[in-house]
């Protein structure tokens, strides 16, 4: 499938840490990036739209309303659904952006918000999101582990670009800044959007691993020859240390005599600077990523 390009087709990573490089083991994992809160807010709400990159700021971020608009009205043609609909069930999906609600839920959110519709309705027009590649979620991974422990199997909801999500929120980069909560959330969906791209260049695929004891990994790259790495992500780095135990803990549950050990594990940030912890863990900004 066609995907929004990648912060590294789009110019805007220095693609200096290689993930090919990771999973054949270099140790060298050193870089600084450039780029600010401010320039990942932005990025955020452009997407990765090639009519969006080198514009103006302005025109730029009116590439990603644009194809909001066009996308209500190719759901809308020819079927019998109502754009307002679509519209209230883009912006409720998109509060939900990097959970695994249920679809439930999402219904919930829109009727709340005064727009009346069915539950099987809700559901159909996810569905032709889907399938007009507006919509892709990131499906469970399940590993073999040491113990018995219930791994949720419920998809991670994510736009196939974060701009859609920040159009529907009506959220610009300014409202980002000053709402991190959600800046961290569409962060993610920003970093899964990049990764899926440099995990199929590797005959790759993303995942990603929740459990009911609460322990997450927000992806896990996956290759056809079994390798795998675990990827957290975080926009600030007062959350480093916290993703990193989440990390150890879940690599410790894998059997070692049904799985190999992860390649590599990672947090990616929206930080300055690349290295490798004295855990060996490895702290990547994302636009210093490649694949």
Known sequence: MMRPMTLMESG????QISLKDLFQGTKEVQAVSTTSLEDIAFLICRGGWPKA????????LQQAI???DSTIAVAYDGVQRNPE??????RSYARFTATDAKISRIHQNIVANDTPISYDSTASYI???????VIEDLPAWSPKLRSKSAIRSSDVHHYVDPSIASVALGASPADLLNDLETMGLLFESLCVRDLRVYAQSLDGML???RDKSNLECDAVIHLRDGSYALVEVKLGGAQIDTAATNLKKLANKIDPSQMKRPTFMMILTAGQYAYRRDDGICVVPLASLGP
Do not use: C, F, T, W
């Not at 609909?85 to 883009?90: A, M, P, W």
């Open 12 to 15: 805007d990573s220095s693609a």
């Open 53 to 60: 990159i080198g514009l103006p700021e302005k025109i730029a």
């Open 66 to 68: 644009n194809y909001v």
């Open 85 to 90: 609909r679509v519209r209230s069930l883009l």
């Open 127 to 133: 569905n032709a999101l889907k399938q007009l590649l």
């Open 207 to 209: 995942y990603h691993y």
